[in-house]
Structures are given as structure tokens and as C-alpha cells.
């Protein structure tokens, strides 16, 4: 089983900002595309941000421009960087890895972290 450790939520005001972190296994994340997804209350999960090994982004539209994401392959982290955030990105924000193994593709998940924007 592969874990993924995860920090940095908590509570902001709206307009203000929270880094993520997610760090895992080495010989796992550097073969990873490693994501950030998130899930409000009564919501579907959905994408936030992901990262190829190779350093390709994608975003969801409604993050454009605020989130970054970014790994640190030295410390086998993947970051999410969130500025002005508002009301709706209050959700539970899980990392991701998906990679290609011997066996076929694999993914597996964090346990999450809350993050509430709220005034």
C-alpha cells in the first residue's frame, strides 16, 4: 500500500491563502503523476491541479491563475499553492498519485485535509 502524507489545510478568510503538501514514497513519486482533488459536502470529487513526473500542469478552470501546483523531487513532495481563495473552495482536498507499474496503472489517495474559506 502506497501513503500519502498530507498537511496544511485549515481555516483563512476569503482572499487569503494556504500552501498543501503531500509527500510519499520516492521509487513511487518520481515515476508519478501526482494531483490535488477536492470534495465539498453533497459534492462529487473532483480535479484540482495535476503534475506529470516531467513537470506538466493542469488545472480545473475555476483555480486558473489562484492555485499552483509544483513537486520537489528532492523531497518527493507535491505542493499546492492557493491565493485568493474564496467561499466555494472550501472543500476536503485529497493528493493523488497515479503511476504505471509492472502490474498495470495504479492510483492511490491521501486521507485528506479540510480547507474552509470563510469569513
Known amino acids: 500500500q502506497v501513503q500519502l502524507v498530507e498537511s496544511g489545510g485549515g481555516l483563512v478568510q476569503p482572499g487569503g491563502s494556504l500552501r498543501l503538501s503531500c509527500a510519499t514514497e520516492?521509487?513511487?513519486?518520481?515515476?508519478?503523476?501526482m494531483g490535488w482533488y477536492r470534495q465539498a459536502p453533497g459534492q462529487q470529487r473532483e480535479l484540482v491541479a495535476t503534475?506529470?513526473?516531467?513537470?506538466?500542469?493542469n488545472y480545473e478552470d475555476s483555480v486558473k491563475g489562484r492555485f499552483t501546483i509544483s513537486r520537489d523531487n528532492a523531497k518527493n513532495a507535491v505542493y499546492l499553492e492557493m491565493n485568493s481563495l474564496k467561499s466555494e473552495d472550501t472543500a476536503f482536498y485529497y493528493c493523488?498519485?497515479?503511476?504505471?507499474?509492472?502490474?498495470?496503472?495504479?492510483?492511490?489517495w491521501g486521507q485528506g485535509t479540510q480547507v474552509t474559506v470563510s469569513s
Open positions: 493523488n498519485t497515479r503511476f504505471l507499474s509492472s502490474l498495470g496503472w495504479r492510483e492511490y
Open positions: 503534475i506529470t513526473s516531467g513537470g506538466v500542469t
Open positions: 520516492r521509487d513511487i513519486f518520481i515515476i508519478s503523476t
